[in-house]
């Protein structure tokens, strides 16, 4: 079992910067695969960003590539998402997911845990 708490949210100028972070608890984070997703309102949960367990592999949606980085601590059991250059469409509610499938996933159905969500707003 995990738990997932986000945290770093807020509201933010466009060409501003946040740094999500996710604490898990449980005493075998490092054998999860981690993601980002996003929901804004009305719309589907998307994916953003994924991390193996070992943080070797990273894999980013175009939308975010190169803005965004996905990283992660074991020892602190922790992932985050710095979020750089941020524009108004990113505004939307920032979810961490853990996954037991090995690799990179990249898909919501495929994660087993999820957090509650925090809010990132982006104001133009």
């Known amino acids: 079992q995990v738990q997932l708490v986000e945290s770093g949210g807020g509201l933010v100028q466009a060409g501003g910067s946040l740094r999500l972070s996710c604490a898990a608890s449980?005493?075998?984070?490092?054998?999860?695969?981690m993601g980002w997703f996003r929901q804004a309102p009305g719309k589907e949960r998307e994916f953003v960003a994924a991390?193996?367990?070992?943080?070797?592999?990273?894999y980013y949606a175009d939308s975010v590539k190169g803005r965004f980085t996905i990283s992660r601590d074991n020892a602190k059991k922790s992932v985050y998402l710095q979020m750089n250059s941020l524009k108004p469409e990113d505004t939307a509610i920032y979810y961490c997911a853990a996954s037991q499938r090995p690799g990179i996933v990249t898909t919501k159905h495929e994660y087993d845990y999820w957090g509650q969500g925090t809010q990132v707003t982006v104001s133009s």
């Open positions: 449980g005493r075998t984070f490092s054998n999860y695969a």
């Open positions: 991390i193996s367990w070992s943080g070797g592999s990273t």
